[in-house]
């Protein structure tokens, strides 16, 4: 039975961490003094009162939080989450309109980083970092966090992890979930002040510095800067490569690399595949940016190292108009919007595990109908994979392929208008289902979401929403079974 009391007591401390976080903003507000800090410090005081009030409603010190309640409290948490995110927007005035309000605070919260601002360096600065700021708090999804301090609220948070990061291996770090939980952020957190410090002392103001590291760990993408990467030099644009590459590993190898186990890291088909897939296509998309161009090697190399990490792990930053190299990489780059970074990273996207568990799986049928009498199972790392997870798989890339099609032909009447309605309307579609943030047609890299009509915003925000739960937490709640009595 779901029980009202609980979730209102998880979705208020959530609030209550929301309306901390972002009073964090206020002193770069006040520091800049562009008359946004009152506009954060109501939005956090709201915040807080409606989180503290939410938490105090039928308070129980011991409530364990089951498999339903759990799908539930993530679906509703993140809903009231994009809701309070958004007031620093409207209070200030950087938005006027709910659709470009829900659309910039969902984009954020899911580490999409599309965006409809059409000058960014215009925005006070309190709220740039704020908006920075919900990408690294969605980043590893703010449930996480929650699950590390619920013990001490004396709420069982097994469910809400499970929920909010389904489908990845972090279990195989601790087997207590809280510990798994906050050693994923003291990660988050020490990759992210470390990526501060170095981005500092490569030129960038402490301002920049930590904007850019936090909307980087995040796989977000979000820039203090109209030009995004571009409007910096090739050694900052090298370390924030790297710093992608790594947010895009599954976390579970990064702690096992970090404390020296690295056969265990080497044990991960997913992560050879990452590695050996931006080696690739980086050799190839070079190639063909130096022949087709007047670049330079070194900037073809670069340029297309960083958009392809950019793009396969969602991040979204861009430092060229990849639409602009050729045909062909255009089509590429579009496809690269289904591809998605490793399970249990902080990427969208449809992860490479299923990827690979799914062609995996195609190739081994061709063997079984040759021998039928045969049993050949599928293995990653070397385990069995369950027949259960093939069909989760399964029916998730099918699910995944009918919304993106049916998005699409929504999207297609909406920006009719467009002079590429079609080419615009699937790549709005990808990039937001995948969490990614660049598009094609007339939302490429150098372009943003503004002139999408208020529908599409609110659509494509739904999209966001969907992608970064990864389909069946928020579908789920809709289906009769949920609510069901057990």
């Known amino acids: 039975m779901i029980n009202l009391g609980t979730i209102s007591n998880v979705i208020g401390v959530q609030l209550l961490v929301l309306g901390g976080?972002?009073?964090?903003?206020?002193?770069?507000?006040?520091?800049?003094?562009?008359?946004?800090?009152?506009?954060?410090?109501?939005?956090?005081?709201?915040?807080?009162?409606?989180?503290?009030i939410s938490w105090l409603y039928q308070f129980r010190s011991e409530e364990k939080v089951d498999k339903r309640q759990g799908y539930l409290i993530v679906v509703l948490g993140w809903l009231s989450m994009a809701g309070f995110t958004m007031l620093p927007?409207?209070?200030?005035?950087?938005?006027?309109?709910?659709?470009?309000?829900?659309?910039?605070?969902?984009?954020?919260?899911?580490?999409?980083?599309a965006s409809v601002l059409n000058d960014i360096e215009a925005v006070p600065e309190g709220i740039l970092f704020w908006r920075s700021l919900t990408q690294w708090i969605g980043?590893?999804?703010?449930?996480?966090?929650?699950?590390?301090?619920?013990?001490?609220?004396?709420i069982g948070g097994v469910e809400l992890f499970v929920a909010e990061a389904p489908g990845s291996s972090?279990?195989?770090?601790?087997?207590?979930?809280?510990?798994?939980?906050?050693?994923?952020?003291?990660?988050y957190s020490g990759l992210t002040l470390l990526l501060t410090i170095i981005l500092w002392s490569l030129g960038m103001t402490f301002y920049e510095a930590i904007n850019h590291a936090l909307t980087t760990m995040a796989t977000g993408?979000?820039?203090?800067?109209?030009?995004?990467?571009?409007?910096?030099?090739?050694?900052?644009?090298y370390v924030v490569l790297f710093f992608m590459f790594m947010a895009g590993i599954n976390y579970t190898v990064l702690y096992y690399g970090f404390i020296g186990k690295f056969n265990k890291v080497w044990r991960s088909d997913e992560f050879k595949t990452y590695l050996i897939i931006v080696g690739l296509l980086t050799a190839f998309v070079t190639t063909v940016v130096y022949y087709s161009t007047d670049y330079t090697l070194e900037q073809a190399f670069r340029d297309s190292a960083f958009q392809i990490v950019s793009v396969i792990t969602t991040t979204g930053y861009v430092s060229a108009d990849y639409t602009a190299w050729h045909p062909m990489l255009t089509l590429l780059f579009f496809i690269l919007l289904f591809m998605g970074a490793c399970a249990g990273s902080t990427s969208g996207g449809i992860k490479l595990i299923r990827h690979l568990v799914f062609f995996k799986n195609s190739f081994l049928e061709f063997k079984r109908l040759l021998h039928p009498k045969a049993i050949i199972r599928l293995k990653i790392d070397k385990q069995t994979v369950p027949s259960r997870v093939l069909t989760h798989i399964l029916v998730f890339l099918l699910l995944y392929m009918i919304i993106f099609v049916m998005g699409s032909l929504v999207m297609a009447v909406v920006l009719s208008d467009f002079e590429q309605p079609l080419l615009s309307a699937i790549g709005a579609v990808a990039t937001s289902l995948g969490n990614v943030g660049p598009s094609i047609g007339n939302l490429g890299p150098v372009d943003n979401f503004a002139q999408v009509p208020a529908f599409g915003?609110?659509?494509?925000?739904f999209l966001m929403l969907l992608g970064r739960l990864e389909l069946f937490t928020l579908l789920i709640v809709f289906t009769p079974y949920y609510w069901r009595a057990n």
């Not at 409207?90 to 954020?108: K, P, Q, V, W, Y």
């Not at 972090?170 to 990660?187: N, V």
């Open 21 to 52: 976080f972002m009073l964090t903003a206020l002193p770069f507000a006040m520091y800049y003094g562009n008359g946004d800090a009152w506009a954060i410090l109501y939005a956090s005081l709201i915040t807080l009162i409606t989180g503290g």
């Open 89 to 113: 927007y409207l209070f200030s005035g950087t938005f006027t309109c709910f659709s470009d309000a829900i659309f910039e605070s969902i984009s954020g919260l899911t580490t999409t980083g």
């Open 139 to 154: 980043g590893m999804g703010i449930i996480v966090l929650m699950v590390a301090i619920f013990p001490l609220l004396g």
């Open 170 to 187: 972090l279990e195989k770090i601790h087997p207590r979930i809280k510990e798994i939980a906050r050693r994923l952020w003291y990660i």
């Open 221 to 237: 993408g979000f820039s203090t800067k109209n030009a995004s990467m571009a409007h910096y030099g090739a050694a900052i644009q």
């Open 457 to 461: 915003k609110v659509f494509l925000s």
